[in-house]
């Protein structure tokens, strides 16, 4: 299915995204196939034109898992039109540069509510330290967490599964996200939760506990904190 983006409005997204090379860019069709770029993404593949990645997925252009993971991502974002956001992974910057980025992919829709496309960029994670110093189990136990939202998943949990000390998780998460563990988890539960309000037909009980929340008290009770408004009428705003 071709994807129906005004031409004009793309050229102007590149043009934007040209001028910041911390960002990679791009907009892709129902495929996966890249049909717009900036030219930090060219440069990071090492690449020479934006032409050499046009009508291309990530394997394409970028062999294992660094090709393989984000075409995943694609198929997943396209196939259940839920967005990716804030995913932090890291990336390769030719030729021998490893970079942490977080992720975001957005579904883009037709006037039929049809998947037709995505459009996303990666953004540098600028801290003080080398890359190698952010630990691989950090980025897993992040994905685990994301992927669960388990009840379970504390500060000291996400701290034995990173195998970081509390004190140098919470140095890590504060310059990431600008946020305290605690603070993190909450936010990542509310905000999986203000998605499946929007977009799932579970009672607000059942998205509590998917959530990881243990009653339906202790949900509302976050969740009012994080947005000034009940589970119950935020639904019923959307």
């Excluded at 005004?6 to 860019?25: G, I």
């Excluded at 030729?95 to 998947?115: E, I, Q, R």
């Excluded at 110093?133 to 379970?152: D, M, T, Y």
């Amino acid at each position: 299915m071709p994807l129906h983006v005004p031409q004009v409005e793309v050229a102007l997204l590149e043009r934007l995204f040209d001028r910041s090379p911390d960002v990679a860019f791009f907009v892709k069709d129902a495929a996966g196939r890249y049909v717009a770029v900036n030219e930090s993404l060219v440069e990071r593949h090492g690449l020479k034109s934006k032409s050499q990645v046009i009508g291309k997925c990530p394997r394409d252009i970028c062999p294992g898992d660094f090709g393989r993971i984000p075409t995943e991502q694609d198929e997943r974002v396209l196939r259940t039109g839920r967005p990716l956001v804030d995913h932090l992974e890291m990336q390769w910057h030719r030729p021998h540069d490893p970079v942490w980025c977080l992720t975001t992919k957005l579904p883009m829709l037709d006037a039929n509510g049809a998947v037709v496309g995505l459009i996303g960029f990666s953004r540098d994670v600028r801290v003080t330290v080398e890359p190698h110093e952010i630990p691989k189990n950090f980025a897993r136990a992040l994905e685990e967490f994301e992927q669960s939202l388990s009840s379970e998943v504390t500060p000291a949990w996400l701290a034995r599964r990173s195998k970081l000390s509390s004190q140098r998780l919470a140095r890590l998460t504060k310059r990431l996200f600008g946020l305290t563990p605690s603070q993190f988890i909450t936010k990542s539960r509310i905000a999986a939760a203000s998605r499946m309000l929007r977009d799932a037909d579970q009672s607000v009980a059942e998205i509590a506990h998917a959530c990881g929340f243990y009653d339906h008290s202790a949900f509302t009770r976050a969740f009012r904190s994080a947005t000034s408004t009940t589970p119950s009428e935020f639904r019923t705003q959307l």
